[in-house]
């Protein structure tokens, strides 16, 4: 017989976001499953664009993507203040969870952008106004996430990470005027207005945006259970380790 | 602040270090543009001397990161730091004295730099010398502001000198693009575009507040 896995004890106490984490994990998962089918199948039977063709259909994913990823790095800032404010970890856990989401959007992003440049445009990238800050945005977090990774002690890293993340976020804007200011053309499709989409496009469009959103709230929630567990096991192991009389190695 | 500001440029002025590396290494950066540029102006290439203005920033940046390493490297040993953090006051002040010793420095390698590419690439700074002085300290406060922050990040990082880097240039393109704009004007028409400057002193505003804040979470209790 192997040994059995190791479980965890309930004494470490969860605290309240893991436990609305954990609680919104399976619900969120379902309306995930749920709003899936019903956008594929809006997709499906959406008309195909006059103009562009099939590639049109890009838009039922990208512009969704950046609704998640801009929300993700909002949510990195607001994790990372409250953290700086409270010094609890759990808002430090949160701000980590909201940054590898939203990085994974933004990647989503900038994956789908150019496939629909390259059928529209003829070209797979411009230094368009929004591509460019869109980049950047990536660019700002994944040196969040090194940033992360590259610090030593747990209370170190929440701490420098709230900075970065609070000034990646108010660069945004600056980025915004100084790339406006470049001659950045704007080659890029201007917002969707009330009136923008075609006969027929305007519900699969919906059903994306929710769609991502939802996908966004799961594995946020996710990510943010399996932060509290990971948490809870290094306090765990440290107490055992205490208890046993061992040095107890900072994890 | 002043004592950190005068202590910084004391011992910087008995060893001199940082400044000649910085000083070098900006030289040797236009030494391979000169080589790296297409067709020398010198050669009447009218293409490089449209992109001159960028490639001097690029090399102020480069010198800007080099020394900025540095800027904390120094309050590690003997656990200087701790001494810092630990001095009654404001942390604010802190930050800005090293930024102001930052800033200094960073001046003087722009100074020479600016010489040795007017030198290089036949450029005549002398009609332009006080806007051009007034863009590049704009653009030398936008790097330190922000730079001695993460600096102090980076420096207690593994990777040190990969990190700041990383940290720091995409959240420089603002100061950046804002710089070039407005040397590049200065440059080809004579005329300093004012939104250029707009975007470097909001800039700078907002760095310094972010800096200044955000300096209080970086040292450790």
Redesign the interface.
């Known amino acids: 017989m192997s040994t059995p896995p190791p479980t965890l004890s309930t004494e470490a106490p969860e605290d309240g976001l893991e436990r609305l984490a954990r609680r919104a994990v399976a619900p969120t998962g379902w309306l995930l499953l749920a709003c899936a089918i019903v956008w594929g199948l809006l997709v499906v039977q959406a008309p195909e664009d006059a103009v562009q063709g099939i590639v049109q259909k890009i838009l039922y994913v990208h512009p969704p993507c950046a609704f998640a990823a801009y929300l993700g790095f909002f949510l990195t800032a607001l994790g990372g203040a409250v953290y ?1 404010a409270r010094r609890d970890p759990a808002w430090d856990r949160f701000a980590i969870s909201a940054a590898e989401v939203g990085v994974l959007f933004c990647a989503l992003l900038l994956a789908t952008g150019p496939i629909w440049g390259k059928g529209t445009w003829g070209r797979w990238w411009t230094w368009d106004l929004r591509l460019t800050l869109s980049l ?1 945005l990536f ?2 977090y994944v ?1 969040y996430l ?2 992360r990774s ?3 002690g747990d209370e ?1 890293t929440a ?2 990470a ?3 993340g ?3 976020l ?2 945004i804007p ?2 915004y ?3 406006d ?2 001659g950045g053309r704007a080659l890029h499709p201007e917002n969707l207005g009330g009136d923008s989409l075609g006969e027929g496009m305007g519900w699969p469009f919906l059903a994306g945006v929710v769609t991502c959103l939802v996908a966004f709230g799961h594995l946020f929630a996710r990510r943010l259970e399996v932060a509290g567990l990971r948490d809870r096991r290094a306090r765990e192991a440290a107490e055992a380790a205490a208890a046993a009389g061992e040095p107890a190695w900072d994890t | 602040m002043w004592a950190v500001l005068w202590k910084d440029l004391l011992i910087e002025w008995r060893s001199r270090d940082r400044v000649l590396a910085m000083g070098v290494f900006a030289l040797l950066v236009v030494v391979i543009f000169h080589f790296a540029a297409p067709a020398g102006p010198a050669a009447g290439g009218e293409a490089t001397r449209e992109h001159l203005p960028g490639l001097l920033w690029v090399a102020y940046v480069f010198a800007a990161i080099l020394g900025l390493n540095r800027a904390f490297a120094l309050e590690l040993e003997n656990e200087a730091l701790s001494g810092l953090a630990l001095a009654p006051g404001e942390r604010g002040w802190i930050y800005l004295g090293k930024a102001a010793a930052s800033l200094v420095l960073l001046v003087a390698v722009q100074a020479l730099a600016a010489l040795a590419f007017a030198l290089a690439f036949d450029l005549d700074l002398v009609p332009v010398l006080l806007p051009f002085s007034g863009i590049a300290l704009l653009g030398a406060l936008g790097l330190a502001s ?1 730079g001695t ?2 600096s102090a ?1 980076a420096v ?4 040190r000198e990969v ?1 700041l880097p ?2 720091l ?3 420089l ?2 100061v950046l ?2 710089a070039v ?1 407005a040397t590049h004007g200065l440059l080809a028409e004579g005329t300093v575009p004012a ?2 400057l707009r ?1 470097l002193a ?2 700078d505003a ?1 760095f310094l507040i ?1 800096s200044f804040l ?1 300096f209080e ?2 040292l ?1 209790e």
């Open positions: 700086l950047l660019l700002v040196a090194l940033l590259f610090t030593e170190r701490r420098f709230a900075v970065y609070i000034a990646g108010a660069v600056l980025n005027f100084a790339i200011l470049a | 922000i922050l993460f990040v207690r990082t593994s990777y990190m990383l940290l240039l995409p959240l393109v603002p693009l804002g704009r939104d250029a975007l909001v800039t907002v972010v955000g979470y970086v450790d």
